[in-house]
């Protein structure tokens, strides 16, 4: 079946330092990967996504590439902030029949930002 | 721009009561997911429905039961309920129409089984 790892944290980080969670996945067929945020006490937010081999998503000065050759789609960032901190989800999107869809998320990874 | 709707926002229920969640979707989406989230867990899948018909099926035990309505809003049903039942349940929902794998999730309901 379909699965996503991910770099476990939690992760500490101070403001303005670069930011790498790895996540790596295994499909069977072509999946649409996704980059959702949870901010504390609050719901699940799209960061980013891509939906075939090599697209770029970006928001927020967030970005990951979807990598095919290594089934991965690692998020970075390049000078982080305090209002970062949150709990970051690699996820993937595949038919799961007829018209439906669903996501299997991986396990999360805090990510804490100090000044 | 409308969001999914999901109310209560928290709920608190005794041990082999029945609690009933409420998801109201995007207007024009056409396709509810439930998911379950255990403190500092992942969101684990449930149950889905598209066009007010069960779609899949995750790990969603005998206990609970949901459905979609002719309005496409969704209720999910969960009876004598157990401490290892709180969590936060989201409901998202998705369109057919131009389906690119994107979820749109509600802010969840917060359920405290004592």
């Known amino acids: 079946g379909n699965s996503v790892t991910q770099m476990e944290g939690p992760v500490t980080l101070s403001e303005e330092a670069f930011l790498t969670i790895n996540c790596t996945y295994t499909?069977?067929?072509?999946?649409?990967l996704f980059w959702y945020v949870q901010y504390p006490g609050e719901g699940l937010q799209l960061l980013l996504k891509?939906?075939?081999?090599?697209d770029k998503g970006s928001n927020k000065g967030f970005e990951a590439t979807y990598r095919k050759e290594t089934t991965s789609f690692h998020l970075e960032k390049g000078s982080v902030q305090v209002s970062d901190s949150a709990v970051y989800f690699c996820?993937?999107?595949?038919?799961?029949?007829?018209?439906?869809?669903?996501?299997?998320f991986g396990k999360g990874t805090l990510l804490t930002v100090n000044p | 721009a409308a969001g999914v709707i999901q109310s209560p926002r928290h709920l608190i229920k005794e041990k082999r009561e029945t609690a009933t969640l409420k998801c109201y979707p995007i207007?024009?989406?056409?396709?509810v997911y439930w998911y379950q989230q255990g403190p500092g867990q992942d969101p684990q899948f449930l149950i889905s429905?598209?066009?007010?018909?069960?779609?899949d099926k995750g790990s969603i035990p005998d206990r609970f039961s949901a459905q979609q309505f002719s309005d496409y809003h969704s209720e999910l049903n969960m009876s004598s309920l157990e401490l290892g039942d709180s969590a936060l349940y989201f409901c998202?929902?998705?369109?057919?129409?131009?389906?690119?794998?994107?979820?749109?999730f509600g802010e969840g309901s917060r359920l405290t089984v004592l």
């Open positions: 998202a929902s998705s369109s057919w129409t131009g389906y690119t794998g994107e979820l749109f």
């Open positions: 499909a069977t067929g072509y999946p649409s």
């Open positions: 891509a939906t075939k081999a090599d």
């Open positions: 996820a993937l999107s595949e038919t799961s029949g007829g018209s439906n869809y669903k996501l299997t």
């Open positions: 207007p024009r989406h056409d396709t």
């Open positions: 429905f598209y066009e007010k018909m069960q779609s």
